[in-house]
């Protein structure tokens, strides 16, 4: 039973009305106690500091200390009509979902640390998520969320959502040690047992005279709950003479409602995650309005998957592959069923920024990054155990980007505009082989198995325009120009090798938003604008060939383009802010991973589909003191239609509703301070009905392979010994939901911190 969304509804309604009392005990000068804590408190819903014609949510390292937070995208756990699809701590592949951007499309969201640009764009999918772990979490100061395309500054990945990451960089020396430890149980799938992993860091920093420094280390190690499971319908082919009779595997209803088996667990498997990171920031103030700084991550990573199966014969000995009876029934394990993988990795990300800082006036940014995949090694077995395999290398792999950045700031406003102006580039290089071996865990490649290769690159610029009509009334005029090309595209198999044209596109992308200013408190924005998605080098390549045939990826992919739109209401309630917003997001040929039905053979590839429409509203508050003094609370409630429109080559998905895009969203989290050390936390995440296929085929979506509905409830104990330690102990999914996103969300998980600051 979960509870109904508008309950929630109700307790957003009733908020602001309960929390209209602090504005007079904010302007209170005797209230002391009140305005220390405001001081040091994040609007949740405030403004972004460009005042860019989005909506937003942001966070800072107050809020953030509040709620869990073991990797730094758990900083958006709780941001209106946004998830985060973490499977594990330590999740290489945590997508984000929003509005009507789905977690198999990554590169409809952008992440951003300090200007530069954690997003990996060279595909759109589960394998390439924001490069979360160039950041740790102890370093974060603000955390900002701007919705929807509606800027001008940001490229039509922006479609789903911006991230922005602020840093800290010490004002004085300092020194900072962090720890977590962790501990999951999991009992679901023919599983019951526990999963722990810790996580350290440490940084060091100071400030003096013009120069400044941040060094950052961080360690984790996680053992994740098992991702991925060998499954089976129920076979109707009677066993063989000699087929051996097995037992153990476990009764499991797929998401379509057919009865089957989990033979065990595969593929992804039981996970082990050891990241190590070092991070270096130097900032120098060249003169007291213009500052550079320079930012160097090495990221390093070993993965392991083990897999385990649950047959045994009748000698007790366990069975991995080859025909098995169950019940009188013949079932074929192939020779992978219960392959294990591992693979290391090591990454670097290089950034300078050179910005000027004046009050008004001309500000000129200057942004500088390069992410290099340096070694890249994942080992694959042909089958259980030791033998052979395939062993896969990404290294020279990478983006880099520059931007150029212009703003003027007028010194007073009625009548002024404030212009941005900026150029963009950037490039994306994709080199994938893949080689046969004879020992997968470590044994020298003996034949070419396949290859992909090519390289994108955009140029753009944008200018956009805050134009004060009067006191009331702002207009912002924004326009995008980008020139996109694709080139160096390759995909080898073995003696077969095919090579692809280079292709350019040319787009224009307009803004236009209109706001209002209604009495003291309200504002009111509607938002139009235009968003192109390229294609990334993966889409374009990355696929397999069949003699001389392409089978599934497409060099031709149109790219994706959106017409969006929002009206938002906001309202200040002196410390606490309303925020109510309806949005359309129109898309035409989105990119997505479908089989076209009209031809024979089908083919499962990278797809233009048609026009996919989503249709939303939002209402989130973020209020101080709400109902009686020292009770923060955050609510937001969310409602999404999307429906694709149109899909010539998979005519039946017409009507239905898109890609894991769930009806309701909605989050509640109530922080009590009963002392300026002592607080509490209780939380709350909803998530209603979505599917996992185009044609809405999945009608059992509570199970391995489906994607669920869930509530989950999170809490946390939080004790600050002034500014020097800090103690808490936190559980996500205290009621141990079991829920799915195709692969199982984790159970019940108890966490332990500390922090000492000297």
């Known amino acids: 039973m979960y509870p109904t969304p508008w309950l929630l509804g109700a307790a957003l309604v009733l908020a602001p009305l309960a929390s209209t009392r602090a504005e007079p005990l904010a302007e209170a000068a005797g209230d002391a106690a009140t305005l220390e804590r405001v001081e040091v408190r994040a609007d949740a819903e405030r403004p972004p500091r460009k005042a860019e014609p989005a909506p937003a949510y942001s966070v800072d390292t107050e809020d953030l200390h509040h709620v869990v937070v073991v990797n730094v995208e758990d900083a958006l756990k709780y941001a209106p009509n946004l998830h985060v699809r973490k499977r594990y701590i330590g999740d290489n592949n945590a997508i984000v979902s929003v509005r009507g951007t789905s977690s198999r499309q990554s ?11 954690l997003s990996n764009l060279l595909g759109s999918d589960f394998s390439f998520p924001p490069r979360w772990s160039l950041v740790a979490p102890a370093e974060i100061e603000r955390v900002e969320v701007l919705y929807g395309p509606y800027s001008a500054r940001y490229p039509g990945n922006s479609l789903g959502a911006t991230v922005l990451i602020e840093t800290r960089m010490p004002e004085a020396f300092e020194a900072t040690a962090n720890t977590q430890v962790f501990s999951q149980s999991y009992a679901h799938n023919g599983v019951d047992r526990s999963f722990e992993g810790y996580r350290a860091g440490a940084s ?65 498997g039981l996970t082990r995650t050891r990241n190590d990171q070092i991070k270096f920031k130097v900032s120098y103030d060249i003169n007291p309005e213009l500052v550079a700084s320079l930012t160097a991550v090495d990221w390093r990573q070993d993965l392991d998957n083990a897999t385990e199966s649950y047959l045994r014969d009748a000698d007790g000995e366990v069975v991995t592959s080859g025909p098995v009876a169950i019940d009188g029934y013949r079932y074929i394990l192939p020779a992978n069923a219960f392959a294990p993988s591992r693979s290391e990795s090591e990454r670097r990300l290089y950034g300078f920024t050179l910005r000027s800082r004046h009050e008004s006036g001309w500000n000129q940014a200057i942004v500088l990054s390069h992410f290099a995949i340096d070694r890249d090694r994942a080992n694959t077995a042909a089958g259980a155990g030791d033998g052979p395999g395939t062993v896969a290398a990404a290294d020279g792999t990478g983006w880099s980007t520059v931007d150029a950045t212009f703003d003027y700031t007028p010194a007073t406003l009625e009548g002024s505009h404030a212009l941005a102006l900026g150029l963009h580039v950037d490039r994306y290089v994709l080199d994938n082989e893949t080689w046969n071996t004879d020992d997968w865990r470590g044994g020298a490649p003996t034949s070419f198995n396949n290859a992909f290769a090519g390289r994108t690159e955009t140029r753009a610029a944008f200018a956009e325009d805050r134009w004060n009509l009067s006191p009331d009334w702002t207009l912002i005029p924004g326009l995008r120009a980008e020139h996109w090309s694709a080139r160096d595209g390759l995909r080898a198999q073995g003696d077969v090798e095919v090579r692809y044209p280079s292709r350019s596109e040319t787009y224009l992308s307009p803004k236009l938003a209109l706001e209002k200013t209604l009495g003291d408190s309200w504002t009111a924005r509607l938002a139009l604008a235009r968003a192109v998605r390229f294609p990334t080098v993966s889409e374009l390549f990355q696929g397999r060939i069949s003699g001389t045939s392409l089978v599934n990826n497409d060099p031709n992919l149109d790219p994706e383009v959106a017409f969006t739109k929002d009206f938002t209401l906001e309202r200040r ?73 149109r899909n010539d080559n998979f005519p039946v998905s017409e009507g239905k509703y898109f890609y894991r895009i769930p009806d309701w969203r909605a989050d509640l989290v109530g922080t009590y301070h009963w002392t300026p050390a002592l607080s509490g936390t209780l939380a709350a995440r909803y998530s209603g009905r979505q599917y996992n296929t185009l044609d809405n085929i999945d009608t059992d979506p509570r199970t391995f392979g489906g994607t669920s509905r869930y509530f989950v409830v999170d809490a946390k104990l939080d004790y600050a010994l002034g500014d020097r330690a800090r103690f808490a102990i936190g559980v996500e999914n205290l009621t141990d939901e079991e829920y799915y996103v195709y692969h199982p969300y984790p159970g019940r998980t108890w966490v332990a911190e500390a922090s000492v600051r000297f």
């Open 204 to 268: 060091v920093g100071s400030r003096a005279g013009a120069w400044g420094y941040r060094l950052d280390v961080d360690h984790l190690d996680s053992d994740g709950q098992p991702l991925s499971f060998y499954t089976t319908l129920r076979s109707t082919t009677a066993a063989e003479a000699g087929d051996p009779s097995v037992v153990g595997a476990v009764p499991w209803i797929d998401q379509r409602g057919r009865a089957g088996y989990l033979f065990g667990i595969n593929s992804e």
């Open 573 to 645: 309630l002196g410390d606490s802010r309303l925020r109510i917003s309806v949005y359309e997001d129109d898309v035409r040929d989105a990119l997505f991973s479908q089989t076209n039905t009209t031809v024979f053979p089908t083919v499962t590839n990278i797809q233009n589909v048609d026009r996919v429409r989503t249709r939303g509203a939002e209402i989130a508050f973020d209020g101080r003191d709400v109902f009686i003094d020292g009770l923060d609370l955050g609510a937001s409630l969310a409602r999404n239609r999307a429906i694709t429109l």
């Open 107 to 117: 590169a409809r969201t952008l992440v951003y640390a300090d200007g530069l640009l």
